[in-house]
C-alpha cells in the first residue's frame, strides 16, 4: 500500500458530515500519468501545492478532485487586489443573545480549514497584493500555526489541514509571487489537455453530442494549441473550459456562433478573434 492508499483510507475515515456540501466534485484528467500522483504525493507529505497553467486548464477542477478523493472539505478564497486579512482569517461582528449585545468572531476560511482539516485552495494566487499573503507563511510552513490577529488566538492546524494554491503567470493584473511565499510551494505546471485525453474528456462531459461536433471542437482545440505555441494566439483562446463552454452551446446554437460567443468574444485583439474564426470556419467546412 503506498503513501498515498494510506492517506486515502486515512482522511476518508474522518466524519465530515456537516461539511459534505464543501466537498469538491472529482473527475479531473491528467495529461501525463505522472502529474496526479505526483501532486498527491505533495498533498500527503502536507506540503503546499502550487498549480501553474493558463485559465481553463483544470486547475481548480484537480483542486476539487484532491478533495473529491480524500473525502475532505475545501474552503475557497479568489485573490484580488481587494483581498485583505478579514477575507482570510474572519472578522468581528455584534450580535444578540438573549436581549444582550455580545461581539463574536465569524472565522474566514484560512481559519476554518486549519482547525477543521480542510484543503485551502487559493486561486489566483499572485492577484492578491503582496503584503495580504505573509500573514499566512507560518501557516505554509513546517510550523503550521498561525496568530490569529483578531482574536490573539494561536491556531495549530488539524493534521489533515492541505493548501493548494492556482496562478495564471502574465495575465493583467497578476504580479510575481513574493520570493518567501513562493518558496513555501511545491509547484507544478499544469498544461491544457490534448489528443486521447481530451478526447476522453469531451465524450465523458458530451456523451449524446454528434460526433461531428466534437470532432470539430477537438480539431479547433488541436488548431488553437498550435497558434498559442507559435505566439499568434493568447493562451486563453484555447482555454479548455471556453472550449466545452462552446461546446454546449453547439448542441443547441449554430456551431460558429458558439464559437464566436464562448471563445472568440473574450479575446481583446480583433486580429486574435479574426484568425481564431477563420480556423473554426475551416473546419466546419
Given amino acids: 500500500m503506498t503513501i498515498i492508499d494510506e492517506e486515502i483510507k486515512k482522511r476518508t475515515q474522518r466524519d465530515h458530515a456537516e461539511d459534505s456540501n464543501l466537498i469538491g466534485e472529482g473527475g479531473y484528467i491528467s495529461p501525463d500519468e505522472n502529474l496526479w500522483n505526483d501532486i ?4 500527503v507529505l502536507k506540503k503546499p501545492v502550487l498549480l501553474k497553467g493558463p485559465t481553463g486548464a483544470g486547475k481548480t477542477k484537480l483542486a476539487e478532485s484532491v478533495s473529491d478523493l480524500f473525502q475532505q472539505p475545501i474552503q475557497s478564497i479568489n485573490c ?21 449585545s455580545a461581539i463574536e468572531f465569524v472565522e474566514g476560511p484560512v481559519v476554518t480549514a486549519m482547525k477543521h482539516g480542510h484543503i485551502l485552495y487559493i486561486d489566483e494566487i499572485n492577484m492578491a497584493k503582496a503584503e495580504t499573503l505573509p500573514i499566512l507563511h507560518s501557516a505554509l510552513d513546517y510550523r503550521r500555526m498561525l496568530t490569529n490577529p483578531f482574536t490573539g488566538e494561536v491556531i495549530q492546524a488539524h493534521p ?21 511565499l513562493k518558496n513555501r510551494f511545491i509547484s507544478y505546471p499544469i498544461p491544457y489537455l490534448s489528443g486521447e485525453q481530451l478526447r476522453g474528456l469531451w465524450d465523458r462531459q458530451f456523451p449524446d453530442a454528434d460526433p461531428k461536433l466534437k ?3 477537438l480539431n479547433l482545440a488541436a488548431d488553437l494549441m498550435k497558434q498559442v505555441e507559435s505566439g499568434l494566439m493568447s493562451e486563453e483562446a484555447a482555454s479548455i473550459r471556453s472550449l466545452l463552454d462552446a461546446t454546449a452551446l453547439a448542441m443547441h446554437i449554430d456551431t460558429l456562433r458558439a464559437v464566436r460567443y464562448a471563445i472568440a468574444e473574450k479575446l481583446d485583439d480583433e486580429s486574435e478573434r479574426n484568425l481564431l474564426m477563420d480556423l473554426a470556419n475551416t473546419w466546419r467546412k
Fill in 40 to 43: 498527491l504525493t505533495a498533498v
Fill in 160 to 180: 489533515d489541514f492541505s493548501v493548494m494554491a492556482a496562478i495564471n503567470e502574465g495575465y493583467i493584473g497578476t504580479s510575481p509571487m513574493n520570493e518567501a
Fill in 80 to 100: 484580488s487586489v481587494d483581498l485583505d486579512a478579514e477575507a482570510l482569517l474572519g472578522f468581528k461582528t455584534l450580535v444578540q443573545r438573549d436581549g444582550q
Fill in 215 to 217: 470532432t470539430f471542437m
